[in-house]
């Protein structure tokens, strides 16, 4: 069954009627079932421009330090504890990574010596394949929190 076209009928076509000949209707824009179609290819230009513009987004972390960036006070004290790097210190041109302030303080008051008890703890647990580092960012109840 063909449609007729606008001008026989004196009639506006349907959103999307297709008129005699194959032509479209003017000013009513493309069928409704193309719609998803296009709300798709916006949404992935949205993510393209949201992965383009991320690294510049995501602050770059501190500087690597000692010990795979564990806790240098955790080490000293006999943990090993896994840790973002958000306090570091410097002592003798290395740069070790505290889970927060207070750990770096409780470092500094004696760097030579928890340093050595950290080196000591670190050398020991490194060639063991079975150790994994406590880890901040789990919740308590998980095996590997350090909480």
Not at 39 to 64: D, G, K, Q
């Amino acid at each position: 069954m063909r449609r007729k076209s606008s001008k026989n009928t004196g009639k506006k076509p349907q959103h999307g009627a297709i008129l005699l000949g194959g032509a479209r209707a003017e000013g009513l824009g493309s069928p409704s079932f193309l719609s998803p179609f296009r709300s798709r290819r916006r949404n992935m230009l949205a993510r393209v421009i949201f992965l383009a513009v991320l690294p510049v987004l995501i602050p770059i972390s501190a500087a690597a330090g000692e010990y795979q960036n564990l806790d240098a006070m955790g080490l000293a004290s006999g943990k090993g504890m896994r840790t973002r790097c958000e306090a570091d210190g410097q002592y003798e041109g290395k740069t070790y990574c505290f889970h927060d302030e207070g750990r770096k303080r409780q470092f500094m008051a004696d760097p030579a010596g928890n340093r050595t008890k950290a080196d000591s703890f670190y050398n020991s647990k490194q060639s063991d394949p079975n150790w994994t580092p406590c880890d901040y960012s789990l919740p308590p109840s998980e095996p590997n929190s350090c909480e």
